[in-house]
């Protein structure tokens, strides 16, 4: 903790000594109920005023007044056919390690989800991955693993 010391004049005080705290945030500069606006203003039953400073009524804004988006808009597309679906599901059936969802996804243009959706890894193929991932877990050490596991407690805690 940081502080100033300032001696205050020996007219006030003798030798004592004042500390003043540097890290407090500084106080606001317009504090005056009058730096906001006041959007509504109503009598009550009981004879009390009710002053509203936020608006009750939500702001219709037109697109040209809102902020740009973060991302480009991306227009979902639809554009394959029956054949290439087929296309796409014989060759993850054919080679699941080489045609994984990232690269079908690439070739035919459309998301990693839908390919997941069109055509669904085999239960083969799951299970030799899920015997990766425990071998992989088996691998790492005690506190690795002890990480791991209470980050999932936690997450299930959610």
Same mark, same amino acid.
């Given at each position: 903790?940081? =502080? ?103 070739? =035919? ?6 390919i997941g959706i069109i055509a669904p890894v085999s239960e083969e193929r799951r299970n030799e991955l899920e015997e990766e991932y425990n071998q992989k877990i088996e691998e790492m050490g005690w506190k690795k693993r002890f ?12």
């Amino acid at each position: 903790m940081s =502080f100033l010391i300032k001696k205050i004049p020996s007219a006030l005080s003798l030798n004592r000594i004042l500390f003043t705290r540097t890290y407090t945030a500084k106080k606001p500069i317009n504090t005056s109920k009058s730096s906001a606006p006041i959007y509504e203003k109503k009598e009550l039953e009981d004879g009390s005023i009710f002053i509203s400073r936020v608006p009750l009524k939500p702001q219709n804004q037109s697109f040209e007044e809102l902020p740009p988006p973060l991302k480009p808009i991306k227009k979902k597309s639809y554009h394959l056919t029956q054949e290439q679906i087929n296309e796409i599901k014989q060759l993850r059936e054919k080679d699941p390690i080489k045609w994984t969802r990232k690269k079908l996804a690439e070739k =035919f243009e459309c998301s990693q989800f839908y390919i997941g959706i069109i055509a669904p890894v085999s239960e083969e193929r799951r299970n030799e991955l899920e015997e990766e991932y425990n071998q992989k877990i088996e691998e790492m050490g005690w506190k690795k693993r002890f990480i791991r596991n209470e980050r999932s407690r936690r997450r299930d805690l959610w």
